[in-house]
């Protein structure tokens, strides 16, 4: 059973930069894929960042240009750089590690296995 865990957030002024971080307990996850979702209160968790093995990433269209999803396989932990922060922004994150589908890796829920307990971002 992998274990996630989630760090980096906090509470920062709009256009401020967080980074927040996942470490997995082992490196069985290396080759699979890793998801950034979040969540608002009242909202549906929505997926915010992927990357896969080979380092290819997709982002949802509200954080292009401002969010950079990374990975250190030697430490075997993903990254999430925040800029330009908004108070839309605001929410719980939370870091997936899943499978792909087709070759590739997407935000659809269904296929992350394992979650962290996610880490809170509030941007005022």
């Known amino acids: 059973h992998v274990q996630l865990v989630e760090s980096g957030g906090g509470s920062v002024q709009t256009g401020g930069s967080l980074r927040l971080s996942c470490a997995a307990s082992?490196?069985?996850?290396?080759?699979?894929?890793w998801g950034w979702f979040r969540q608002a209160p009242g909202k549906e968790r929505e997926g915010v960042a992927v990357i896969d093995g080979a380092g290819t990433t997709a982002y949802t269209q509200s954080v292009k240009d401002r969010f950079t999803i990374s990975q250190d396989k030697s430490k075997n932990e993903v990254y999430l750089q925040m800029r330009s922060l908004r108070p839309e922004d605001s929410a719980m994150y939370y870091c997936?590690?899943?499978?792909?589908?087709?070759?590739?890796?997407?935000?659809?829920?269904?296929?992350?296995?394992?979650w962290g307990q996610g880490t809170q971002v509030t941007v005022s």
């Open positions: 997936g590690v899943g499978r792909d589908a087709l070759g590739f890796c997407s935000t659809t829920e269904a296929l992350y296995t394992y």
């Open positions: 082992d490196n069985t996850v290396r080759r699979r894929c």
